[in-house]
């Protein structure tokens, strides 16, 4: 992990513009604070990357969020493409500054140069592809200056680093773990999947009232309801019956959990800004 951040560190000193995905379902647990440190200095563009899974109204909120904190702001679902054309705008929002500051020296059409960041499976590889397309070509090595890297001409203003950083998600929290094992990022052997799924509807009646008694046809609450007796009710419902009649609450959590994964509960926010700053995140 240290020679990875080393890598990234010496990656970035090439770099004009650090361009962070995040999931749009989790903006801010799946952020690795790291990077905040790594990038001193260096222009900060965050993608909202899954925007077709999460809540519209909710991701609005993040975008005003981040935009507070002096990010530039690009919301995308890099599968079909939607909104990845705009993010060539916003790196040249970022970057305008370095671009009047070249134009003052003279320099003229110097390319910003990028760097894609994120956590395994946000969707760094399917952006990349995205955003720069079938036409462009690689740039190959530039001796001196870019030594052993590979670059993708976007076009005649931006360079991408061929490679994405890897980040890694940061467990600071129980909250934060969670949220990272529910839309499916590590794992899922290592953890109870009955536990996952009654935290993950814990939060889903908790936020979208209604939404899964409609998914699934089962009373969403009754007095003194626990998640744990909705999962219960799931289970009867879909017939997840172990031999000896038992529900089989593991079966039915994983129906859950890949419900939620596929989207078919619907497009659900998993953190709101609000939250985050009752947790300390000013
Ligand atoms: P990574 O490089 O950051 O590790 O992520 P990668 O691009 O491999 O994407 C991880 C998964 O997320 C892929 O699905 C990819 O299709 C999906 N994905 C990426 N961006 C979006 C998006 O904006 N919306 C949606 N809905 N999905 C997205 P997969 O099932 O692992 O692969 P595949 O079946 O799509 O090939």
Sequence with gaps: MAKAKRQMQDDIKLIDVVVELVDARIPLA???????????????VIILNKVDMADKDVTALWKAWYEKRGFYVALVNSRNGNGVKAVQDVINEACKEKIERDRRRGIQNRPVRAMIVGIPNVGKSTFINTFAGKSVAKTG???????GKQ???????TELLDTPGILWPKFESVEVGKKISWIGSINDNILVPEEMAIDLLNYITSHYSGLIGRKYEV????????????????AQRRGCLKKGGEFDL???ANLVLDDFRAVRIGAISLER???AEDAGNQ
């Design 30 to 44: 799946s952020k690795n604070p790291d990077i905040d440190d790594i990038a001193k200095g260096k222009a900060r």
């Design 250 to 252: 593991e079966r039915a």
């Design 219 to 234: 009373e969403e609450s009754l007095p003194e309801d626990t998640a744990a007796s909705l999962l219960e009710r799931i």
């Design 273 to 275: 800004p609000e939250e």
């Design 151 to 157: 670059w993708i001409r976007l076009n005649k203003n």
């Design 141 to 147: 090595n530039k001796p001196g200056v870019t030594k």
